[in-house]
Protein backbone atom coordinates (compact mmCIF):
# COMPACT_ATOMS: atom_id res chain seq x y z
CA UNK A 1 0.00 0.00 0.00
CA UNK A 2 1.73 3.21 -1.15
CA UNK A 3 0.64 6.46 1.02
CA UNK A 4 1.63 9.90 0.14
CA UNK A 5 1.84 11.11 3.91
CA UNK A 6 6.00 9.91 4.15
CA UNK A 7 6.29 13.03 1.35
CA UNK A 8 4.24 15.73 3.51
CA UNK A 9 6.12 14.36 6.88
CA UNK A 10 9.58 15.17 5.08
CA UNK A 11 8.27 19.00 3.21
CA UNK A 12 7.41 19.69 7.11
CA UNK A 13 10.85 18.46 8.58
CA UNK A 14 12.67 20.99 6.00
CA UNK A 15 10.41 23.45 6.41
CA UNK A 16 10.70 23.38 10.39
CA UNK A 17 14.29 23.19 9.34
CA UNK A 18 14.31 26.51 7.38
CA UNK A 19 12.03 27.76 10.49
CA UNK A 20 14.82 27.11 13.14
CA UNK A 21 17.78 28.04 11.60
CA UNK A 22 16.12 31.50 10.22
CA UNK A 23 15.22 32.45 13.98
CA UNK A 24 18.79 31.15 15.10
CA UNK A 25 20.20 33.57 12.76
CA UNK A 26 17.73 36.51 13.75
CA UNK A 27 18.12 35.78 17.46
CA UNK A 28 22.08 35.48 17.11
CA UNK A 29 22.38 38.51 14.62
CA UNK A 30 20.59 41.27 17.00
CA UNK A 31 21.95 40.45 20.13
CA UNK A 32 25.57 42.51 20.78
CA UNK A 33 27.39 42.26 23.97
CA UNK A 34 29.04 45.48 24.89
CA UNK A 35 31.65 45.23 28.05
CA UNK A 36 32.28 48.08 30.38
CA UNK A 37 36.16 48.21 28.97
CA UNK A 38 35.29 49.04 25.40
CA UNK A 39 32.22 51.38 26.06
CA UNK A 40 33.74 54.77 27.30
CA UNK A 41 37.08 54.55 26.97
CA UNK A 42 37.45 57.73 25.11
CA UNK A 43 35.01 59.61 26.90
CA UNK A 44 36.96 59.13 30.27
CA UNK A 45 40.24 59.77 28.60
CA UNK A 46 38.71 63.05 27.49
CA UNK A 47 37.45 64.09 31.09
CA UNK A 48 40.62 63.07 32.75
CA UNK A 49 42.86 65.28 29.70
CA UNK A 50 40.07 68.15 30.53
CA UNK A 51 40.68 67.90 34.60
CA UNK A 52 44.18 67.98 34.03
CA UNK A 53 44.45 71.06 31.70
CA UNK A 54 42.17 72.66 33.95
CA UNK A 55 44.32 71.42 37.33
CA UNK A 56 47.37 72.96 35.68
CA UNK A 57 45.64 76.09 34.81
CA UNK A 58 44.28 76.50 38.74
CA UNK A 59 47.97 75.64 39.76
CA UNK A 60 49.85 79.38 41.29
CA UNK A 61 53.73 79.65 39.98
CA UNK A 62 54.21 80.77 43.50
CA UNK A 63 52.56 80.07 46.85
CA UNK A 64 49.93 83.02 47.59
CA UNK A 65 50.27 84.39 43.77
CA UNK A 66 46.85 83.71 41.86
CA UNK A 67 46.32 81.32 39.50
CA UNK A 68 46.61 81.54 35.48
CA UNK A 69 43.50 80.70 36.02
CA UNK A 70 41.99 83.39 38.25
CA UNK A 71 43.80 85.82 36.22
CA UNK A 72 41.77 84.77 32.82
CA UNK A 73 38.56 84.97 34.84
CA UNK A 74 39.43 88.47 36.41
CA UNK A 75 39.02 89.89 32.86
CA UNK A 76 36.69 88.72 30.29
CA UNK A 77 37.44 91.09 27.73
CA UNK A 78 38.28 89.67 24.40
CA UNK A 79 41.86 89.75 24.29
CA UNK A 80 41.67 87.82 27.46
CA UNK A 81 39.15 85.27 26.26
CA UNK A 82 41.03 85.11 23.45
CA UNK A 83 44.70 84.13 25.53
CA UNK A 84 42.38 81.57 27.57
CA UNK A 85 41.60 80.29 24.36
CA UNK A 86 45.11 80.02 22.91
CA UNK A 87 46.59 78.17 26.26
CA UNK A 88 43.38 76.12 27.13
CA UNK A 89 44.09 74.95 23.37
CA UNK A 90 47.26 74.67 23.37
CA UNK A 91 47.44 72.76 26.49
CA UNK A 92 44.49 70.28 25.62
CA UNK A 93 45.80 69.41 21.91
CA UNK A 94 49.57 68.80 22.92
CA UNK A 95 50.68 65.62 22.18
CA UNK A 96 54.02 63.83 22.70
CA UNK A 97 54.02 62.75 18.53
CA UNK A 98 55.15 65.01 16.00
CA UNK A 99 50.81 65.70 14.97
CA UNK A 100 48.56 67.67 17.60
CA UNK A 101 46.03 66.16 18.22
CA UNK A 102 42.29 67.96 17.23
CA UNK A 103 40.24 68.43 20.43
CA UNK A 104 37.33 71.73 20.59
CA UNK A 105 35.94 73.09 23.72
CA UNK A 106 33.75 75.46 24.72
CA UNK A 107 34.06 77.12 28.46
CA UNK A 108 31.15 78.80 30.07
CA UNK A 109 31.04 80.19 34.01
CA UNK A 110 28.46 80.38 36.22
CA UNK A 111 28.03 82.66 38.88
CA UNK A 112 25.45 84.02 41.62
CA UNK A 113 23.76 87.21 41.01
CA UNK A 114 21.58 87.96 43.82
CA UNK A 115 19.64 84.65 44.82
CA UNK A 116 19.79 83.28 41.26
CA UNK A 117 23.06 81.09 39.78
CA UNK A 118 23.23 82.34 35.73
CA UNK A 119 25.90 80.57 32.96
CA UNK A 120 27.42 82.52 30.61
CA UNK A 121 29.97 81.64 27.75
CA UNK A 122 33.42 82.70 28.02
CA UNK A 123 35.17 81.74 25.37
CA UNK A 124 34.94 78.06 22.65
CA UNK A 125 37.01 77.05 19.74
CA UNK A 126 34.57 75.78 17.47
CA UNK A 127 30.81 75.88 17.69
CA UNK A 128 28.80 72.31 18.10
CA UNK A 129 26.54 71.15 15.87
CA UNK A 130 24.98 68.90 18.30
CA UNK A 131 25.74 65.68 16.76
CA UNK A 132 29.08 65.67 18.87
CA UNK A 133 29.85 63.80 21.85
CA UNK A 134 31.13 65.98 24.14
CA UNK A 135 32.90 65.51 27.79
CA UNK A 136 32.07 67.89 30.45
CA UNK A 137 34.82 69.44 33.02
CA UNK A 138 34.35 71.71 35.99
CA UNK A 139 36.28 73.55 38.23
CA UNK A 140 35.59 75.76 41.26
CA UNK A 141 37.74 78.95 41.33
CA UNK A 142 37.58 81.76 43.53
CA UNK A 143 37.70 85.54 41.85
CA UNK A 144 38.47 88.90 43.69
CA UNK A 145 35.93 91.46 42.85
CA UNK A 146 33.83 91.79 39.76
CA UNK A 147 35.70 91.02 36.81
CA UNK A 148 36.16 93.63 33.81
CA UNK A 149 33.69 93.28 30.99
CA UNK A 150 31.78 90.52 33.10
CA UNK A 151 27.84 90.55 32.97
CA UNK A 152 25.96 93.58 34.83
CA UNK A 153 24.34 91.43 37.89
CA UNK A 154 28.11 89.46 38.96
CA UNK A 155 28.48 90.25 42.25
CA UNK A 156 31.48 93.06 43.25
CA UNK A 157 32.98 91.25 46.03
CA UNK A 158 35.47 87.97 46.74
CA UNK A 159 33.34 84.66 44.81
CA UNK A 160 33.55 81.50 43.70
CA UNK A 161 32.33 80.90 39.75
CA UNK A 162 32.23 77.46 38.50
CA UNK A 163 34.35 76.93 35.40
CA UNK A 164 32.62 74.44 33.08
CA UNK A 165 34.00 73.19 29.47
CA UNK A 166 32.81 70.95 27.19
CA UNK A 167 35.32 69.07 25.21
CA UNK A 168 34.85 66.73 22.22
CA UNK A 169 37.03 65.65 19.26
CA UNK A 170 36.83 67.76 16.23
Request: without cysteine.
Amino acid sequence: MVDDSAQLYTMEGIAAAFIILATAYLVAGTTSVYTPGDSHITDMQLEVLGNDVLAVMDTPIKNGDPSELEKYLSDWGDSNKNAFKERFSKLLNNNTGPEQDNLQFSTYVSYRANDDVKTKQFVQSQEMTGYEQAVRVTRLVTINGKPIGSPVDVRTGEQVVMVEVLIWRG
